[in-house]
């Protein structure tokens, strides 16, 4: 059996994958209270603004619980850069950009991106928590759990006010004439 590495973490290759995978989505958590914050005045509906507003405050905890997580790692916290949560809010802000401010097409293409967002966190923290796992860092799974079991949350509930109204009344949008 493995027993639980202390403070001080980051010895082996796994170690430092996990730290710098950390750092990676540490900078993501951060930039996404900003990015879901353009997304939520940008949406159409009170249903898809709420929504985003609620989950804001939850990746305002995902954040503080990372601190948490490189705090038990024994590290500090600190973030890197990631591309790809980089690339996928400038998409969203792109489909802000093309869509008309006000229309159910808005509010579509606003789900879109942020469940594209959500599926890259489901895709990491569920990665981390085997990781941790793996590691014997029970304290640190649990925590990532956490989170992963809000963003599966989040992309649920972006698929129920996409399928409720939002998309059949998009549906409904005539095209503007091509320029
Ligand atoms: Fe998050
Ligand atoms: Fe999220």
Known sequence: ??????????????????????????????????????????ATTDELKSAIEEHIGQTEEHVERLEQVFEIFGKKPQAK??????????????????????????????????????????????????????????????ILSQTLEEEKQTDEGLTRIAENNINWEAEQEPAEEEK
Request: charged share 30%; proline share 0%; hydrophobic share 40%.
């Open 81 to 142: 850069k990631c591309e790809a949560m980089e690339g996928l809010t400038k998409e969203g802000e792109s489909i802000v950009e093309e869509t008309e401010d006000g229309s159910m097409t808005r509010d579509a293409g606003i789900i879109l991106a942020a469940q594209k967002v959500e599926h890259y966190e489901i895709a990491t923290y569920g990665t981390l928590r085997q990781l941790a796992i793996t590691m014997g860092q029970d304290q640190i799974a649990e």
């Open 1 to 42: 059996m493995k027993t639980q590495t202390a403070a001080g973490a980051g010895n082996t290759q796994l170690e430092k994958f996990f730290h710098d995978s950390l750092k990676d989505i540490y900078w993501a958590e951060k930039h996404l209270v900003k990015a879901l914050g353009k997304m939520q005045k940008a």
